[in-house]
């Protein structure tokens, strides 16, 4: 079958027990290599803080040197939290990712912290209050449109001669959908942790969308967990991993992504259990023609242009050979 959609990535850049830290940013390679050749549409890095299990902190500099190895996949973040930064270290590290990359860099925005209350307080993060100046200082600093009197006029983005990628507004709720589409922005959906239906977002979204000069259409991303295998049983087998520690997680248990063996032997707490019964309608897991299937539905009832997949299986082969069943049963496969 051939997809009515693009079909796109998301690494997390695990931490899987029993790898060091340099293996694991080697596998973040190794990933992006297969999917470029695989014919995925974009790779994006969503920055997390505070987290064992995750290696994404600064996806600036996964993006670089992911596009670096690669050749023609779309490379960016996904989202770069921006209450964490001054716009103008976002401006800079952006502009400088696109010159080196022409044309291949996209710039996806959260507003959510990437971390807890403790990491938030380290990073200085701003109040979410404060995130639509931060956003619209961001966007003067790349247009120059700050007021002649206003004191970042003297402030010349560099490197300069070159603008910002294509600007993503990244949402799990909705809230921001009818921003996204007034600033002619991209709007993706994380349907992968969110309970709320991304359809509403979309509808909201694209009535309020304004053409601009990266998205002359507007253009939507569903966000999916899936994990697949060539079977049912093995899927449900690898999806143990990402149930247990999704639950030690919620509930204070941070560890590096432990294996279906290992994940088996936890006893889980009441909360836990709760956890996972609460977030398992949210993992699409199951053998290539059922995910394919799936996943083709849910782009349908959401309206996506494109869907993103995020996995989590402890073993990165495994974990490679999910995303190259999904390419070859949905038809982008170059293979």
């Not at 995910?291 to 495994?318: C, N, P, R």
């Given at each position: 079958?051939?997809?009515?959609?693009?079909?796109?990535?998301?690494?997390?850049a695990?931490i899987?027990?029993?790898?060091s830290?340099?293996?694991?940013?080697?596998?973040?390679?190794?990933?992006a290599q297969a999917?470029d050749?695989?014919?995925?549409?974009?790779?994006?890095?969503?920055?997390?803080?505070?987290?064992?299990s995750?290696?994404?902190?600064?996806?600036?500099?996964?993006?670089g040197?992911?596009a670096a190895?690669?050749?023609?996949?779309?490379?960016?973040?996904?989202?770069?939290?921006?209450?964490n930064?001054?716009?103008?270290?976002?401006?800079?590290?952006?502009?400088?990712?696109?010159?080196?990359?022409?044309g291949?860099?996209?710039?996806?925005i959260?507003r959510a912290?990437?971390?807890?209350?403790?990491?938030?307080?380290?990073l200085?993060?701003g109040?979410g209050?404060e995130?639509?100046?931060?956003?619209?200082?961001?966007?003067?600093?790349?247009?120059?449109?700050f007021?002649?009197?206003?004191?970042?006029?003297?402030?010349p983005?560099?490197?300069?001669?070159?603008?910002l990628?294509p600007k993503?507004?990244?949402?799990?709720s909705?809230?921001s959908?009818?921003a996204?589409g007034?600033?002619?922005f991209?709007?993706?959906?994380?349907a992968?942790f969110?309970?709320t239906?991304?359809?509403?977002?979309?509808a909201?979204?694209?009535?309020?969308?304004?053409?601009s000069e990266d998205?002359?259409?507007?253009?939507?991303?569903?966000?999916?967990?899936?994990i697949?295998a060539?079977?049912?049983e093995?899927?449900?087998?690898?999806?143990?991993?990402?149930?247990?520690?999704?639950?030690r997680?919620?509930?204070?248990?941070?560890?590096?992504?432990?294996s279906?063996?290992?994940?088996?032997?936890?006893?889980?707490?009441?909360?836990?259990?709760?956890v996972?019964?609460?977030?398992?309608?949210?993992?699409?897991?199951?053998?290539a023609?059922?995910?394919?299937?799936?996943?083709?539905?849910?782009?349908?009832?959401?309206?996506?242009?494109?869907?993103?997949?995020?996995?989590?299986?402890?073993?990165?082969?495994?974990?490679?050979r999910?995303?190259?069943?999904?390419?070859?049963?949905?038809?982008?496969?170059?293979n």
């Open positions: 079958m051939a997809a009515p959609f693009d079909l796109s990535l998301q690494d997390l695990p899987a027990e029993g790898t830290t340099p293996e694991a940013m080697a596998e973040t390679v190794k990933l999917a050749a695989l014919g995925y549409t974009r790779l994006w890095y969503a920055e997390h803080h505070g987290m064992p995750i290696a994404s902190s600064v996806p600036e500099i996964l993006i040197s992911a190895a690669t050749k023609d996949i779309r490379v960016g973040s996904g989202g770069v939290m921006l209450l930064h001054a716009p103008l270290r976002i401006a800079e590290a952006y502009r400088t990712l696109e010159a080196l990359h022409p291949r860099i996209d710039l996806g959260g912290p990437g971390g807890d209350g403790y990491a938030m307080r380290a200085r993060s109040g209050e995130f639509s100046h931060y956003l619209a200082e961001l966007m003067a600093f790349d247009e120059e449109t007021p002649a009197d206003h004191p970042f006029s003297r402030v983005v560099s490197p300069g001669g070159i603008r990628p993503w507004l990244l949402g799990s909705g809230a959908a009818q996204a007034q600033i002619g991209g709007y993706a959906f994380a992968h969110s309970h239906p991304a359809a509403p977002a979309f909201a979204y694209r009535q309020a969308f304004e053409p998205f002359p259409d507007p253009k939507t991303i569903l966000c999916l967990s899936v697949c060539p079977t049912e093995e899927a449900k087998y690898l999806g143990i991993s990402q149930a247990v520690n999704w639950a997680f919620v509930t204070g248990e941070q560890r590096q992504l432990t279906p063996e290992k994940a088996m032997e936890h006893k889980m707490t009441p909360q836990q259990q709760q996972i019964d609460h977030q398992s309608s949210l993992w699409l897991v199951g053998d023609e059922q995910m394919a299937e799936t996943i083709t539905q849910k782009a349908k009832e959401a309206g996506a242009d494109e869907v993103m997949i995020t996995t989590t299986i402890h073993s990165y082969e495994l974990r490679r999910s995303y190259e069943l999904l390419a070859k049963t949905l038809g982008i496969s170059k």
